[in-house]
């Protein structure tokens, strides 16, 4: 049943190396998207102002803060309160059938050991204890390969929303990357006038 919270552990945190490629460099404007109600709502997208170099060209890298999508984006927080739901109910499941498990051993090692069985009767015993044991770790695998599964989907889904909402930003800022920052990570220091955070996160919740 370690396999289960070590699933969890990982569930829904996005790469840090989220990637893209802009071209464009328009002024701000007025975009229309979709709610989760289903109507339109208009997102304003600020542009932002890129620092320059002494050769007068623009910063060509953009930022996103992925500690701050992770919580913060709405989907991913309806998206792992989901899965952790799902994993507890699996993991109790499994616990409650390896105690009902353990208490069978434990009573075919009492009698055992009380001489009440005989070598015939033990033999049979073990083999069906064998067998549900075997049935129990194979139940877990599933259950593990289930959630991976699972997993995997929500997040490719992640991924393909964070690059959708990301294209805006072709129409936006002359730009080669957007990159993703983490606490922690290679980046030591970020300028926060490159950060789009707050831009993108405002359209990801706002977008069905």
Excluded at 2 to 30: C, D, E, R, T, W
Excluded at 73 to 92: H, R, V
Excluded at 104 to 119: N, P
Excluded at 127 to 138: D, N, Y
Aim: net charge positive.
């Amino acid at each position: 049943m370690k396999n289960l919270s070590l699933i969890l552990n990982g569930i829904l945190i996005i790469a840090v190396g989220i990637l893209y490629y802009l071209h464009f460099n328009q002024p701000k404007q007025m975009t229309s998207v979709k709610t989760p109600e289903g109507k339109d709502t208009i997102v304003t997208v600020s542009p932002i102002e890129a620092p320059v170099s002494e050769e007068g060209l623009g910063s060509n890298v953009l930022y996103v803060d992925i500690d701050t999508i992770n919580q913060k984006y709405n989907y991913i927080k309806t998206q792992k309160s989901i899965m952790e739901k799902q994993g507890a109910q699996a993991e109790a499941s499994l616990k409650a059938k390896a105690k009902v498990l353990q208490d069978e051993i434990m009573a075919y090692q009492k009698k055992a050991q009380a001489g009440e069985l005989t070598q015939q009767q033990a033999q049979t015993i073990e083999k069906g204890l064998g067998e549900k044991q075997q049935a129990l770790a194979e139940q877990e695998q599933k259950l593990s390969d289930e959630l991976i599964k699972k997993t995997n989907k929500i997040q490719e889904e992640l991924n393909k929303r964070m690059k959708k909402e990301l294209q805006v930003y072709l129409d936006q800022y002359k730009a080669d990357y957007i990159l993703g920052y983490t606490e922690g990570a290679n980046i030591l220091l970020t300028n926060p006038k490159l950060n789009i955070t707050s831009q993108v996160l405002k359209r990801l919740n706002a977008t069905k």
